[in-house]
């Protein structure tokens, strides 16, 4: 079976750029989650959607991210303007949660994209 | 701070030798889970522990876990070269929602 797809696996752009990460999760996981990783802050949960809705974006940084789930098969993250800061690898997780809290099951990750705002 | 802690952040063994990494957590947990992830790849899921488990083994891997201490341990034993990568614990607030946070990892090298 196919894992987590998410492109590009690599983006480099200038300030203020609009930058679209996508995401393609595992087939039947009802659990898709967005996290950054830096050296400085570890691995941090930015959002995550059940059923395409999204339950919690308390960790999205600015206004100037946003994600989008428009169907079971397919998110999106986006950062507009992007800036330096925001520089860092950003993964794409699912989970299937078998009627359980979806922290009682292993997330599935891609591998990634990372990004580099000039 | 971050729920789970690992702990050391660095290991370098020889192959053969067992690894072992400890992780500290905070609050209240329904289960933690351990992950491995290689340079440039995500996160791989290895093993979850539930709060009412003591102890659980996945071929060479055996995880302890400690709900009084709020502390879980990850052994590998007979390490490999292959066995090089980042492992994180992710614990599973019960007072925040069960959000699943990660801790900053302990990267271990095994030498050949």
């Known amino acids: 079976d196919a894992g987590v797809i998410q492109s590009p696996r690599h983006e480099v752009t200038e300030m203020g750029q609009e930058v679209t990460l996508r995401c393609k999760p595992i087939s039947g996981h009802d659990y898709l989650f967005w996290y950054r990783q830096t050296m400085m802050r570890g691995l941090e949960l930015l959002i995550y959607?059940?059923?395409?809705?999204?339950?919690?974006d308390s960790g999205m940084p600015e206004d100037r991210f946003s994600a989008k789930m428009p169907n079971a098969s397919f998110s999106t993250l986006k950062i507009q303007p992007s800036e330096p800061r925001d520089s860092a690898v950003y993964f794409c997780?699912?989970?299937?949660?078998?009627?359980?809290?979806?922290?009682?099951?292993?997330?599935?990750f891609g591998d990634g994209t990372r990004l580099s705002i000039l | 701070s971050q729920q789970g802690e690992e702990d050391p952040q660095a290991l370098s063994i020889q192959e053969g030798e067992n690894a072992t990494m400890n992780c500290s957590y905070k609050t209240s947990i329904n289960n933690l889970q351990w992950y491995r992830q290689n340079s440039g790849r995500g996160l791989v899921h290895l093993i979850l522990?539930?709060?009412?488990?003591r102890e659980k083994h996945s071929g060479r891997l055996r995880v302890t876990l400690d709900t009084s201490k709020k502390s879980s341990s990850l052994l590998i034993t007979a390490s490999r070269a292959a066995d090089t990568a980042s492992y994180f614990c992710?614990?599973?607030?019960?007072?925040?929602?069960?959000?699943?946070?990660f801790g900053g990892g302990t990267r271990l090298m095994v030498k050949p």
């Open positions: 959607f059940n059923n395409n809705v999204p339950i919690d």
């Open positions: 522990i539930r709060s009412n488990e």
């Open positions: 992710a614990t599973d607030d019960y007072n925040a929602g069960n959000m699943l946070t």
């Open positions: 997780a699912s989970s299937q949660s078998r009627g359980q809290i979806y922290s009682n099951q292993p997330q599935h």
